[in-house]
């Protein structure tokens, strides 16, 4: 048996998974909710950037773990709240609005980064702190279970119980039964009393939150810093993720796999003989590849209807 391929059928392998897809999880719930409501966020790579900036500089000031949490759920809430401002007060259309605040985010993290810790590239300088990690009673003990499901970082356990909360809060409350309401018929939704620009701000508030939790996991879980543009297109692929998971809990669970999947191999293809830049690469197309087959097969559907 070759190295590589004994090292992707290892425990290991399993745990890398878990590891990479989390951040994407996190976004492509936040992007799902969104588009359920009819206005799809898709600033995540922006909303991930700024908290996982915010988060680092808080704690590397304060060295507390809680502020840092917060400050980066904050940060991602207040940047959903200027794109709900443009799209909904202003009438902006949200896509080139999305657009300009990823672009903003990617600039404004450059530039306070050189405020705080006198460095364009990252803040390696400053000692910020990283969430904890856990180790799960029993599972931990189990053979092979226990190397894959143990010993996560605990935001990777909040992603997972995350998919649960987005399936509550879609299918069990007032709030996301009118989410759906307002995207399936927003003049309907209205002729009811629904205030479909309020049920559009919630939807957006909440996919800053769950955006803002990927980026905390990259620079306080993933690694322990943060790095000029460190989310390096998973906002992106959250929002290929939310597509191809038809934008409901299961579909964007199963979806984040696959794409944590496609990125843990390319990660280990990194230690063959194969340039870099291929191996890059790797998870943009398989994105491409994957959004094609499945604008295919909606195609298809589309017109056996």
Same mark, same amino acid.
């Given at each position: ?50 908290? =996982? ?15 840092? +949490? ?7 809430? #207040?940047?959903?709240?200027? @794109? ?12 080139? =609005? ?13 530039? @306070? ?64 039964? *009118?989410? %759906? ?11 009811? #009393? ?6 559009? +701000? ?15 996991? @990259? ?8 790095? *000029? ?6 906002? +992106? ?12 809990? +299961?579909?964007?669970? @199963? ?49 056996? %209807?």
């Amino acid at each position: 048996m070759s190295p590589l391929l004994k090292s992707i059928l290892s425990p290991s392998f399993g745990f890398a998974i878990l590891r990479v897809m989390t951040p994407i999880l996190f976004a492509a719930i936040g992007v799902a909710i969104t588009a359920l409501s009819g206005a799809i966020n898709i600033s995540m790579e922006g909303t991930m950037l700024i908290a =996982a900036f915010f988060g680092v500089i808080v704690s590397a000031f304060t060295q507390n773990l809680l502020l840092s +949490f917060i400050a980066g759920v904050l940060a991602g809430i #207040g940047l959903a709240c200027i @794109l709900a401002y443009f799209h909904l007060k202003l009438k902006a259309d949200i896509i080139l =609005a999305a657009i300009a605040l990823n672009m903003f985010s990617s600039g404004i993290t450059i530039f @306070l980064l050189y405020i705080f810790a006198k460095d364009k590239g990252t803040s390696s300088s400053l000692k910020s702190l990283v969430f904890p990690s856990i180790q799960i009673p029993i599972i931990k003990d189990i053979p092979i279970l226990g190397q894959i499901f143990s010993g996560h970082n605990i935001l990777t356990y909040l992603a997972l119980i995350s998919v649960i909360i987005f399936y509550i809060i879609t299918f069990k409350t007032p709030l996301g039964l *009118r989410i %759906r309401a307002v995207g399936q018929n927003p003049d309907a939704a209205s002729s009811v #009393g629904v205030n479909v620009n309020k049920i559009r +701000f919630y939807a957006l508030v909440l996919s800053g939150i769950f955006g803002a939790l990927g980026g905390l996991y @990259l620079s306080m879980g993933y690694v322990s810093w943060f790095a *000029r543009d460190m989310t390096a297109g998973r906002g +992106f692929i959250a929002i290929a993720a939310s597509n191809l998971g038809a934008h409901l809990p +299961f579909g964007v669970f @199963l979806a984040s796999l696959l794409f944590g999947i496609l990125n843990t191999i390319a990660i280990y293809l990194a230690s063959l003989q194969i340039p870099s830049e291929f191996i890059q690469m790797i998870p943009y197309i398989a994105t491409v590849i994957t959004l094609t087959i499945y604008s295919i097969q909606a195609a298809r559907k589309r017109k056996e %209807r």
